[in-house]
């Protein structure tokens, strides 16, 4: 299969669902508002979009499989699986923060093939097909080249659920507030991943997401040249438990911070 062709597909079809999701910003009112769990919320605009990307993809490949954030349709018994997140940033959307993302992977007998992160109100259409780098609207992205800790701004996200531990979380962040440059919180994985991708950023970290938040950008950043792994620097990160994506080159530094603090 020419991966390669259905991406540019694939990106076209990620820009139609960024153009309805733009369209609708002004729209949504506060009865539209589904509280799925604590700080996780959902309306017809997410469910909407995810109908159409799957609708889409089905057409393009019928025999494929599905794992969606808003459940519009159960994953098969395909080696071949989409791994969508519809509407990323949700909550920013609703607060009408110009920061979201319509996120789309294919990954086939395991291995992703595809990745496609629409920055909505950015209009920037980040993607990758393994082994033929990565982009941001065709421009080929790379990670950052620096080094120092001391140099770097790092990205992070908070856990959603109210019974996790934070004492690690906050003991972190006053590391990289004395240590780092600078940190951030963006509130949207999928693009929080870009960032790194394209050297905006020079690492970000997060726990407690799923597969469907991350499985694009994972491969937007290894096609850039960036490192993943988990807290451990080992590689049980893809289903989201635990990420760090970094340029690679002050991943053992990161490591070693997140091991003090999560591990103790």
């Given at each position: 299969?020419?991966?390669?062709?259905?991406?540019?597909?694939?990106?076209?079809?990620?820009?139609?669902?960024?153009?309805?999701?733009?369209?609708?910003?002004?729209?949504?009112?506060?009865?539209?508002?589904?509280?799925?769990?604590?700080?996780?919320?959902?309306?017809?605009?997410?469910?909407?979009?995810?109908?159409?990307?799957?609708?889409r993809?089905?057409?393009?490949?019928?025999?494929?499989?599905?794992?969606?954030e808003?459940?519009?349709i159960?994953?098969?018994?395909?080696?071949?699986?989409?791994?969508?997140d519809?509407?990323?940033?949700?909550?920013?959307?609703?607060?009408?923060?110009p920061?979201?993302?319509?996120?789309?992977?294919?990954?086939?007998?395991?291995?992703?093939?595809?990745?496609?992160?629409?920055?909505?109100?950015?209009?920037?259409?980040?993607?990758?097909?393994?082994?033929?780098?990565?982009?941001?609207?065709?421009?080929?992205?790379?990670?950052?080249?620096?080094t120092?800790?001391?140099?770097?701004?790092?990205?992070?996200?908070?856990?959603?659920?109210?019974?996790?531990?934070?004492?690690?979380?906050?003991?972190?962040?006053?590391?990289?507030?004395?240590n780092?440059?600078?940190?951030?919180?963006?509130?949207?994985?999928?693009?929080?991943?870009?960032?790194?991708?394209?050297?905006?950023?020079?690492?970000?970290?997060?726990?407690?997401?799923?597969?469907?938040?991350?499985?694009?950008?994972m491969?937007?950043?290894e096609?850039?040249?960036?490192?993943?792994?988990?807290?451990s620097?080992?590689?049980?990160?893809?289903?989201?438990?635990?990420?760090?994506?970094?340029?690679?080159?002050?991943?053992?530094?990161?490591?070693?911070?997140?091991?003090?603090?999560?591990?103790?």
């Amino acid at each position: 299969m020419d991966y390669k062709e259905l991406s540019k597909k694939v990106k076209d079809l990620s820009e139609e669902v960024a153009n309805f999701i733009r369209d609708e910003l002004l729209k949504v009112k506060s009865d539209d508002i589904i509280t799925k769990e604590h700080n996780s919320l959902v309306t017809y605009v997410d469910k909407t979009a995810e109908q159409m990307i799957v609708k889409r993809l089905q057409t393009l490949m019928p025999e494929s499989s599905f794992v969606t954030e808003e459940d519009t349709i159960e994953e098969g018994d395909s080696d071949h699986v989409w791994i969508i997140d519809p509407l990323d940033g949700t909550t920013n959307f609703l607060q009408r923060i110009p920061h979201f993302a319509v996120s789309i992977a294919l990954r086939v007998s395991g291995v992703m093939q595809i990745g496609v992160v629409f920055d909505v109100m950015g209009k920037q259409c980040f993607s990758a097909v393994k082994g033929h780098g990565a982009f941001v609207n065709d421009r080929v992205i790379r990670v950052s080249s620096k080094t120092d800790l001391s140099e770097c701004i790092l990205a992070t996200g908070f856990p959603y659920a109210k019974d996790v531990n934070f004492k690690p979380l906050i003991n972190t962040l006053e590391y990289w507030m004395i240590n780092a440059r600078g940190i951030r919180r963006f509130g949207a994985a999928a693009l929080d991943l870009c960032f790194v991708a394209s050297g905006r950023i020079d690492c970000y970290y997060e726990t407690s997401l799923n597969i469907w938040d991350i499985a694009a950008g994972m491969l937007i950043v290894e096609e850039s040249g960036g490192k993943l792994s988990d807290y451990s620097g080992g590689d049980d990160y893809h289903m989201g438990k635990q990420i760090l994506a970094s340029n690679g080159r002050i991943h053992e530094d990161v490591v070693n911070v997140l091991k003090e603090n999560f591990q103790s």
